[in-house]
């Protein structure tokens, strides 16, 4: 039945002014009881008995079960009290008499949570636990390997802050895992209640729903996602351990989902504060309330509530309800025939002297009901939706006239958008930001052009059926609501749907430009390293020189120099080069591809021709410099390497770039990288959280080597900031290198909730934990013993359960040997999940000695063959996905990266010329930079070749490439042919022929 109640349509009259049911729907006294049955089971107190005598022929009735267990002192059940509440908000509307004709129809609640809760008990009653002979066994295991044996911990088990972080809540916390027969595929799921609530103001559209649907993404997913997101959980930690609550969303659909939230929470408080306004103001009507409250965009909370902003001026309607003309308007639509507009004249009073100023009036009320009314803005949509809507752009008269003048090399620059037109469903994300900056810079003038059908036809509709008069009127009130209608179209509705259509188009386009640079930073962080070489970095240049580094294979300076290769001197500084490589066993060299480049590698392709640094193998590649100038001169690159000049720096960030490319370019601002587009044109805001999001997403799931590793590094890690990193650096250097994950939580600032997000992406090095117990042991003999007895004392105090780094000094000397590491402390794999992992290695008969070894390979292999991994999870009494994550993190060997199976840098002997190209041409490049209209390609002639958008298609790609974008990024690899050659504008057009 309460599921009918959402389909009832809406009444064809609006809420009037002197209509307050709305506002009464939640009386003071239902308020009351809410409150007092949500009180919590720590804070209930027991009812006093009262000692007034009933009569003896009336019986005793039975309390309410929820109202029994507040009296007594057992605990009160969760799901009693939500029946309850649930059971008195059905019962609101009877009791506040309020009027469903007049009145639009609230969101139903769930029908279903009653049966949830009662499958929830069934299912939590029916878990065995395991035998305690079993468990006593892999406990021993555990604790002779050094794991702590502990409950998986979740956000759950964390103390409720008293006040929220935001202005609205849900309004009850998700439940556990529970699977239902509406997923017939027994996902898990934690449920949200639908509504959402601001105060004491509730929405009228359910947050799960708008989210699924603007996402396509299951309900029941969403509803998790909100719950996670709430809980402060990152979004690296979310696709890693929490697939089986996501339905194994990735990090992009994952940061997706979470923008449309926060728009969504904004939405909802601006709908909150307009009504909050209002009310102040004495302006807050039911049909204002009820209209704020149906808003899903930002766009419409600012129509209805522009008029009432302190400052502006009153628009027509608010003028004619002044006079009090809104009942004449009412009557209109409701009595037409009791309606005489004479018994409105009034000589004396400017807007009532006549019948033509009064229907004036009335116009004016009837086309604001009209623009406010949401089955009516819902149908104009519509009708938009099922025709041809045009975006057209035009040259500004005024810059026709500097044009004129000779000024034209702004307007040059936008040409092709001159006399520009196209469909709103046609039209590219790049055309869009191209004719907002043009709009912007005041070049272009943009205007929205719906066909004249549509508004005939929803003229048509407004008579006819949305409001027309629910008895006989006379033809002239007829006209007057066929004028209202046009009024209410041509003046307010139309130019909302020009910003709505405007707005719409540039938020995508933002959205899919802040996308590629996500893309993009992602493709390039993870290019393959180039590990265990000895490279020569170069920074080009011609005046200045070009400056030179050499790094050893651990990234460490071994060399610097300044060397002019483009003047007299070219042969003397080639033997200089010939003496260092042959000194450092160099044979790799990297150049930026800034000034000089080109001429640059012109001459080092000309010494490996000529076989000069013989007996040597001589190679180079050309990498992005974008950014190294900038890091060259920061304060951590100061810190970094203080004795060097800041050219020398970028020198030394050139060379480090191909040998390990993420951790060198976190530390430049991601977006100095410069791959994309429009990077001015978007919100700043919204792109540095995407792209710093990206960034901690590819540290996370590459691995930080916590032991080893930079600061700037570990701050990237998902869950850590500069603060937490600093604070383990200290640590490390007070203590010594970390021997198990169990010892972050001794670190200053890195409580329950951080070591969950960042735990499963720390790696402990096992022969760094060795080396440092040893030389441990081998101090306490000696003069420094006691400095090495406190660093073992902290170090266990790390590593016991519950200790902190001040109760460590209280605890005195402690051997490092007591400190024992973990295997499992090198893998992808949880902590939460370590008690798992040896149910399932007794099952089948392996060792956590053999992790990343064949031996154990073979047995994971030999037991998914007789077993399948759904039965297998459910053996082990856990998710397929978090199984999946165990399988992986035991058999991957112990150098597993990530990174192995993405592109490398492309090495080259040699170089093709400009002029050698011709059309047809096929070659082999390496893409520079993706954006909306087309991908840069290196084809190694020191120009790059531009692929049209328009020659990727999805039958070039790959089936993993083909997105719903662009399924080109930086640093692959990719065969084209040569369509067009511009020398005059030196640009050439490629054609894609396949993905290497």
């Not at 439940?175 to 997923?183: A, G, H, R, T």
């Not at 008895?471 to 006209?479: T, Y």
């Not at 007794?842 to 031996?855: C, K, Q, T, V, Y």
Request: proline share 5%; glycine share 6%.
């Amino acid at each position: 039945m309460m599921s009918e109640l959402t389909t009832v349509k809406c009444q064809k009259r609006p809420f009037s002014d002197d209509d307050d049911s709305f506002l009464n729907i939640t009386s003071e006294s239902d308020s009351e009881e809410e409150e007092e049955e949500w009180v919590p089971k720590n804070k209930i107190a027991k009812k006093p008995k009262k000692s007034v005598a009933k009569p003896v022929t009336v019986k005793k009735k039975v309390k309410p079960e929820a109202e029994s267990t507040r009296t007594k002192k057992t605990p009160v059940k969760r799901s009693t009290i939500k029946t309850a509440v649930r059971k008195n908000r059905k019962k609101t509307p009877e009791k506040t008499n309020v009027d469903t004709n007049d009145m639009r129809p609230l969101p139903a609640l769930n029908s279903n949570e009653d049966k949830l809760s009662a499958e929830i008990k069934q299912n939590l009653g029916n878990v065995k636990p395991m035998p305690q002979q079993a468990t006593m066994q892999i406990k021993k295991e555990m604790e002779h390997c050094g794991i702590k044996v502990e409950q998986p911990s979740t956000s759950s088990e964390r103390k409720v802050k008293e006040e929220a972080d935001i202005s609205f809540t849900w309004e009850e916390p998700a439940l556990k895992k529970q699977k239902v027969e509406n997923y017939p595929d027994a996902k898990p799921v934690k449920r949200l209640r639908g509504c959402v609530e601001i105060g004491d103001t509730q929405m009228n559209w359910n947050i799960i729903q708008v989210l699924s649907e603007r996402t396509n993404t299951e309900a029941w997913a969403c509803a998790n996602l909100i719950r996670l997101f709430k809980e402060e959980n990152t979004i690296p930690f979310i696709a890693r351990y929490r697939k089986e609550l996501t339905n194994n969303m990735d990090a992009d659909a994952l940061r997706e989902a979470q923008q449309t939230l926060e728009e969504l929470t904004t939405v909802i408080k601006k709908a909150h504060t307009a009504i909050q306004k209002l009310a102040k103001d004495e302006k807050l009507t039911p049909f204002l309330k009820n209209t704020l409250l149906n808003c899903q965009t930002p766009e419409e909370v600012e129509h209805v509530f522009a008029p009432y902003k302190s400052g502006s001026k009153k628009t027509k309607a608010q003028q004619a309800r002044q006079l009090g003309l809104e009942p004449a308007a009412n009557l209109l639509i409701d009595r037409p025939g009791e309606l005489n507009l004479n018994n409105y004249i009034q000589a004396n009073v400017k807007g009532l002297s006549s019948v033509a100023e009064i229907e004036t009036g009335v116009q004016h009320i009837l086309a604001d009901m009209m623009s406010k009314d949401r089955d009516t803005l819902n149908c104009i949509r519509n009708r938009c939706q099922q025709n041809t809507v045009f975006i057209q752009s035009t040259l500004a008269k005024t810059t026709s006239k500097e044009k004129e003048d000779g000024n034209k090399r702004d307007t040059e620059k936008f040409r092709l958008y001159h006399n520009f037109s196209s469909s709103i469903g046609n039209i590219h994300h790049h055309q869009i930001l191209a004719i907002n900056r043009g709009e912007k810079l005041k070049i272009l003038t943009v205007k929205v052009s719906i066909p004249d059908r549509v508004k005939n036809d929803f003229c048509r509709w407004c008579v006819n059926e949305r409001w027309r008069p629910r008895h006989f009127a006379k033809p002239e009130f007829m006209k007057l609501l066929v004028d209202s209608a046009e009024d209410s179209y041509k003046r307010l509705i139309y130019p909302l749907l020009c910003r709505e259509f405007r707005s719409r188009l540039s938020s995508d386009a933002e959205k899919e430009s802040i996308a590629m640079f996500g893309r993009n930073l992602r493709q390039l962080l993870l290019i393959n390293p180039v590990r265990g070489q000895v490279l020569m970095g170069i920074d080009p240049g011609f005046r200045h020189g070009c400056k030179i580094s050499i790094i050893s294979a651990t990234s460490q300076i071994l060399h610097t120099d300044v060397i002019y290769l483009h003047g007299q001197g070219a042969h003397r500084e080639a033997e200089k080069i010939r003496y260092l490589l042959h000194k450092y066993s160099c044979s790799t060299i990297v150049i930026g591809n800034g000034t000089a480049c080109r001429e640059t590698e012109s001459f080092f392709a000309d010494l490996i021709y000529r076989k000069y640094f013989a007996p040597l193998d001589v190679v180079y590649c050309i990498t992005n410099e974008a950014g190294a100038s900038i890091y060259s001169v920061s304060p951590e690159a100061a810190k970094e390497m203080p004795d060097l000049d800041p050219n020398i720096r970028s020198a030394v960030s050139i060379a480090r770039r191909v040998q390990d490319p993420l951790a060198e370019l976190v530390k430049i601002e991601p977006k100095h990288i410069g791959v994309g587009m429009y990077q001015h044109d978007v919100s700043q805001t919204l792109l540095k959280a995407t792209l710093d999001s990206v960034v901690e997403e590819c540290v996370s799931f590459v691995g930080v080597d916590i032991n080893i590793s930079s600061e700037t590094l570990i701050r990237h890690v998902a869950g850590l900031n500069a603060s937490r990193a600093k604070n383990i650096i200290e640590w490390r250097e007070k203590n010594g290198p970390f021997i198990n994950r169990e010892q972050l939580k001794a670190v200053k600032g890195l409580g329950p909730k951080t070591f969950q997000q960042c735990a499963g992406f720390i790696r402990i090095n096992p022969e760094n934990t060795r080396n440092f117990c040893s030389n441990q042991q081998q101090s306490d003999s000696t003069a420094g013993g006691q400095q090495a007895a406190e660093a073992g004392s902290s170090s266990k105090a790390g590593a016991g359960a519950g200790t902190t780094g001040k109760s460590s000094k209280k605890k005195g000397k402690t051997q490092c040997a007591s400190v024992q590491p973990n295997p499992l402390d090198q893998t992808c794999i949880h902590p939460e999940s370590y008690a798992i992992v040896m149910r399932f290695l007794s099952f089948i008969n392996g060792n956590l000695s053999d992790i990343g070894r064949p031996a154990l390979q073979h047995s994971v292999k030999a037991a998914l063959k007789t077993n399948l991994l759904d039965a297998f999870a459910q053996r082990l009494d856990t998710a397929v996905p978090t199984l999946q994550m165990i399988i992986d993190g035991l058999t991957q060997p112990h150098d597993y990266d990530i990174r192995a199976g993405f592109e490398q840098q492309d090495f080259k002997r040699n170089i093709v010329s400009l002029n050698d190209l011709k059309t047809g041409t096929v070659l082999t490049g390496r893409v520079e930079n993706a954006t909306l209209f087309g991908v840069f390609v290196d084809i190694g002639v020191g120009r790059s070749g531009l692929i049209p958008i328009r020659y990727i298609t999805a039958a070039k790609l790959p089936a993993s490439k083909r997105r719903k974008s662009l399924g080109l990024g930086p640093g692959e690899r990719v065969e084209v042919k040569v369509m067009e050659i511009d020398h005059a504008r030196n640009r050439i057009s490629l054609d894609l022929i396949r993905v290497l």
